[in-house]
């Protein structure tokens, strides 16, 4: 197929086309063309002066367009076609992290009595058609882009503006929170969230944890996935690193955090029920040592309590126990006064002031060395389980020597404990009749132990949970049964209640959510009072106090 224009010619009448000697260029579609370029092209004048430029298609584009084109023929004579392209203006848009551009003609100008018909935007030398309207909007990839606003006129000129332009990607940024992970109790593990982390141009598709030794150049262990969690064996101070790449493949710089896992020690609380008193200890690092806070109207505690052991480091779990009007508080101590090992405190007033108990040397006794502890009031004797080293598991009964005659509290020698893993950790240590009851986590597992021997010889009778914290249990002298509060992963608190069914074997209700206490709190610790459980918290300055009345599925502050 041929493509023509017919334009007029400058200065000549009644002339013939020009001649194979002749010397002449035409410009057309993109590129210059002469009478020495093959063939495809043909130039035609009648006698009126009137010119014709065809093309059949085999060389160039096939849409001629003619600006400003000049003939020069063998006299040496140069004439030109009457016609000028259209002017056109055009400019483009983009407001990152946006990828839209927008395209829109400005304005067009036709010339010597020509008209502009028509207006696209087409690729730079591909004549492909990108929009037949203005303005026009899309968005881009990442590239670089030639796009031509071209104005279309009456007598079949094109004018063309050239816009160039580029799209790049935007990186990501890294955003790192941290918090204890609820699922370890001892605090050792941290949970890293980087789902924080954005990308203003896309999406955050790839994250890359590295966790470094207190050197800060040995890897201790890296991960891959938006929240990772790292299990740290010690409470030093640590760098974790987070790099993240975006949907692009683009690649963050890097961030770093400094981490230094917290050791929380369990508090304890008990319930006097002759004062209608309740008694809540814990570790305050500003004395360093043990102290004990008395509510003597169940709504509210005193801000600050007694010192019942100065100099003392945070170590593990602490029991509470109320004898008649005593007040015991136990805890793992590496140096009181001597040896490492348990010490036992007591209040003889009910939390108003305190003397040193019994206190038991256990050889070298590992951190988190108080597994466990009940009291008997039938036989006024405690029973308490340490970890010592090897592991090994030792138990120790205090006894009221009045029930002999004597005065005071005798303390029986340890004995070896069978049937516990040595990684068990503090948990809490129950009478329940005759038996004792452990409930305390090993590894991920939360398991319940029975021993029938005065805590010699336990046995695993059931697993309460899997992957989760525990925080503490209490149990109904009613029903018998056992209430467990936990912590998942983000710190939200769960619980579960076991039933023994009277036959030996222990069942387990579903997993429920809490409501009323707030997520990652530490330091908590449960006791029953009256028909209903109570938990509380030491925080900054105060001690919060809640009460749940039905299973510990919801709690109400104080």
């Not at 036992?344 to 502890?373: E, M, R, W």
């Not at 005798?410 to 503090?426: E, K, M």
């Not at 009613?478 to 619980?495: E, F, I, K, M, P």
């Not at 001690?543 to 104080?558: G, K, M, N, P, V």
């Given at each position: 197929?041929?493509?023509?224009?017919?334009?007029?010619?400058?200065?000549?009448?009644?002339?013939?086309?020009?001649?194979?000697?002749?010397?002449?260029?035409?410009?057309?579609g993109?590129?210059?063309?002469?009478?020495?370029?093959?063939?495809?092209?043909?130039?035609?004048?009648?006698?009126?002066?009137?010119?014709?430029?065809?093309?059949?298609?085999?060389?160039?584009?096939?849409?001629?367009?003619?600006?400003?084109?000049?003939?020069?023929?063998?006299?040496?004579?140069?004439?030109?076609?009457?016609?000028?392209?259209?002017?056109?203006?055009?400019?483009?848009?983009?407001?990152?992290?946006?990828?839209?551009?927008?395209?829109?003609?400005?304005?067009?100008?036709?010339?010597?009595?020509?008209?502009?018909?028509?207006?696209?935007?087409?690729?730079?030398?591909?004549?492909?058609?990108?929009?037949?309207?203005?303005?026009?909007?899309?968005?881009?990839?990442i590239?670089?882009?030639?796009?031509?606003?071209?104005?279309?006129?009456?007598?079949?000129?094109?004018?063309?503006?050239?816009?160039t332009?580029?799209?790049?990607?935007?990186?990501?940024?890294?955003?790192?929170?941290?918090?204890?992970?609820?699922?370890?109790?001892?605090?050792?593990?941290?949970?890293?969230?980087?789902?924080?982390?954005?990308?203003?141009?896309?999406?955050?598709?790839?994250?890359?944890?590295?966790?470094?030794?207190?050197?800060?150049?040995?890897?201790?262990?890296?991960?891959?996935?938006?929240?990772?969690?790292?299990?740290?064996?010690?409470?030093?101070?640590?760098?974790?690193?987070?790099?993240?790449?975006?949907?692009?493949?683009?690649?963050?710089?890097?961030?770093?955090?400094?981490?230094?896992?917290?050791?929380?020690?369990?508090?304890?609380?008990?319930?006097?029920?002759?004062?209608?008193?309740?008694?809540?200890?814990?570790?305050?690092?500003?004395?360093?040592?043990?102290r004990?806070?008395?509510?003597?109207?169940?709504?509210?505690?005193?801000?600050?309590?007694?010192?019942?052991?100065?100099?003392?480091?945070?170590?593990?779990?602490?029991?509470?126990?109320?004898?008649?009007d005593?007040?015991?508080?136990?805890?793992?101590?590496?140096?009181?006064?001597?040896?490492?090992?348990?010490a036992?405190?007591?209040?003889?007033?009910?939390?108003?002031?305190?003397?040193?108990?019994?206190?038991?040397?256990?050889?070298?006794?590992?951190?988190?060395?108080?597994?466990?502890?009940?009291?008997?009031?039938?036989i006024?004797?405690?029973?308490?389980?340490?970890?010592?080293?090897?592991?090994?598991?030792?138990?120790?009964?205090?006894?009221?020597?009045?029930?002999?005659?004597?005065?005071?509290w005798?303390?029986?020698?340890?004995?070896?404990?069978?049937?516990?893993?040595?990684?068990?950790?503090?948990g809490?240590?129950?009478?329940?009749?005759?038996?004792?009851?452990?409930?305390?986590?090993?590894?991920?597992?939360?398991?319940?132990?029975?021993?029938?021997?005065?805590?010699?010889?336990?046995?695993?009778?059931?697993?309460?949970?899997?992957?989760?914290?525990y925080?503490?249990?209490?149990?109904?002298?009613?029903?018998?049964?056992?209430?467990?509060?936990?912590?998942?992963?983000?710190?939200?608190?769960?619980?579960?209640?076991?039933?023994?069914?009277?036959?030996?074997?222990?069942?387990?209700?579903?997993?429920?959510?809490?409501?009323?206490?707030?997520?990652n709190?530490?330091?908590?610790?449960?006791?029953?009072?009256?028909?209903?459980?109570?938990?509380?918290?030491?925080l900054?300055?105060?001690?919060?106090?809640?009460?749940?009345?039905?299973?510990?599925?919801?709690?109400?502050?104080?």
């Open positions: 197929m041929a493509y023509a224009f017919i334009h007029h010619w400058v200065g000549v009448s009644g002339s013939t086309a020009p001649q194979a000697h002749d010397t002449w260029f035409i410009t057309v993109l590129s210059t063309f002469t009478n020495t370029s093959p063939g495809g092209f043909s130039v035609t004048c009648d006698g009126s002066g009137n010119m014709t430029v065809s093309s059949d298609g085999t060389n160039g584009p096939s849409t001629i367009y003619l600006y400003n084109t000049t003939y020069t023929f063998a006299s040496g004579q140069q004439y030109g076609v009457i016609g000028q392209l259209p002017d056109i203006t055009a400019t483009h848009t983009n407001t990152p992290p946006s990828r839209v551009v927008t395209l829109t003609i400005t304005g067009t100008t036709a010339h010597l009595g020509d008209a502009v018909v028509n207006t696209y935007f087409a690729l730079h030398g591909t004549e492909t058609v990108v929009s037949l309207t203005s303005p026009y909007a899309a968005a881009y990839a590239g670089s882009y030639d796009i031509d606003a071209v104005a279309v006129s009456a007598n079949g000129y094109e004018g063309r503006a050239r816009l332009f580029s799209i790049a990607n935007i990186l990501p940024t890294a955003a790192i929170a941290q918090a204890a992970d609820g699922t370890d109790e001892t605090g050792l593990t941290i949970r890293f969230d980087g789902t924080g982390s954005t990308d203003p141009d896309g999406s955050v598709v790839g994250w890359s944890w590295t966790f470094y030794n207190t050197d800060g150049v040995t890897v201790m262990g890296t991960a891959s996935t938006p929240i990772a969690s790292f299990a740290y064996p010690d409470f030093l101070t640590r760098t974790t690193k987070l790099i993240v790449t975006d949907n692009d493949s683009g690649v963050s710089a890097p961030v770093t955090v400094n981490v230094t896992p917290v050791f929380i020690p369990f508090p304890a609380m008990a319930h006097n029920p002759h004062q209608g008193a309740l008694h809540f200890g814990w570790y305050d690092s500003t004395v360093p040592g043990i004990v806070a008395t509510n003597r109207n169940q709504t509210t505690f005193p801000t600050t309590g007694i010192t019942l052991a100065g100099g003392v480091a945070a170590n593990g779990r602490l029991a509470a126990f109320v004898h008649d005593l007040l015991f508080i136990l805890y793992a101590i590496p140096s009181f006064p001597g040896p490492n090992g348990i036992c405190v007591f209040s003889q007033d009910g939390g108003l002031s305190s003397a040193a108990g019994p206190f038991t040397a256990l050889s070298l006794v590992t951190t988190n060395a108080l597994i466990g502890a009940a009291y008997d009031p039938s006024e004797s405690l029973t308490y389980l340490a970890n010592t080293t090897g592991p090994t598991l030792k138990r120790v009964v205090l006894r009221n020597n009045s029930r002999s005659g004597s005065s005071g005798s303390t029986d020698t340890p004995a070896t404990v069978t049937g516990i893993p040595s990684n068990i950790r503090p809490r240590l129950f009478y329940d009749g005759t038996a004792l009851l452990l409930c305390a986590k090993s590894g991920a597992d939360l398991n319940l132990y029975q021993s029938t021997d005065e805590g010699f010889s336990f046995s695993a009778v059931a697993t309460l949970a899997t992957g989760y914290g925080v503490d249990a209490v149990k109904d002298a009613h029903t018998s049964s056992l209430a467990v509060l936990l912590r998942d992963g983000t710190g939200n608190c769960q619980r579960l209640v076991a039933r023994h069914n009277g036959a030996g074997a222990w069942q387990t209700d579903s997993i429920q959510a809490v409501s009323g206490i707030p997520a709190l530490g330091g908590m610790a449960m006791c029953s009072f009256n028909d209903t459980h109570m938990q509380a918290n030491k900054t300055s105060t001690i919060a106090l809640r009460q749940s009345t039905d299973e510990l599925f919801s709690f109400a502050s104080l």
